[in-house]
């Protein structure tokens, strides 16, 4: 398992443009924080402790033709040729995070929000992520991530303050395109400063 403060500089450095809180929702929900998880869609979830374990367990599964997920962020197998990696690259941390990047903010730009963006990125679709599913105590995996209605007559200050910001942007005011800035310098140790 990787503890939490590995897992969020690892998301920082390999995937830039998701904030750290929710790819840290998201490796909660999907793996545990577990890099080796797989988990068999209409079967059981493997929890191999070593790099050849997994692999041997995703070699499997695919000569019996399973539909499987791996690593961190549980990247499914529909996705390995799409994004040029195979189960073992997947079982790398930032290489798993990085492809969760690009789907991610794929679901992102085409769904307009963070929920659908999440339900996309579980389902491949806008909605199928935000039905509640017997198998998992009733519950959607959006409410899993974090999206959990409420039933407050009189709403959050917090969730009303980002609807009122969300509703003065029109879509001409969004830039789409994901853009990386890194530091042109980085200063390490304690900032002297000088008095001239």
């Not at 909660?28 to 988990?39: N, T």
């Not at 979830?45 to 997994?54: E, G, H, K, T, V």
């Amino acid at each position: 398992m990787i503890e939490l403060a590995a897992f969020l500089s690892l998301a920082m450095r390999c995937a830039p443009g998701v904030h750290p809180d929710t790819a840290q929702d998201v490796v909660r929900v999907e793996s545990g924080f577990q890099p080796y998880a797989i988990a068999v869609v209409g079967g059981k979830s493997i929890y191999p402790l070593s790099l050849n374990d997994a692999v041997s367990h995703t070699n499997r599964l695919s000569r019996e033709g399973k539909n499987y997920s791996v690593g961190l962020m549980q990247i499914n197998q529909v996705n390995f040729k799409k994004y040029g990696v195979s189960a073992e690259q997947l079982f790398d941390p930032c290489t798993n995070l990085s492809v969760f990047e690009k789907i991610i903010t794929d679901c992102y730009i085409r769904g307009g929000d963070l929920e659908r963006a999440l339900s996309c990125y579980y389902s491949g679709n806008f909605e199928t992520g935000k039905k509640k599913e017997k198998t998992f105590q009733n519950t959607s995996y959006t409410e899993r991530i974090g999206y959990v209605p409420v039933n407050y007559i009189v709403p959050s200050t917090k969730a009303d303050k980002s609807k009122e910001e969300k509703e003065t942007h029109t879509d001409k005011d969004i830039n789409t395109q994901v853009v990386v800035i890194y530091p042109s310098r980085v200063i390490r140790g304690d900032l002297q400063i000088s008095e001239n």
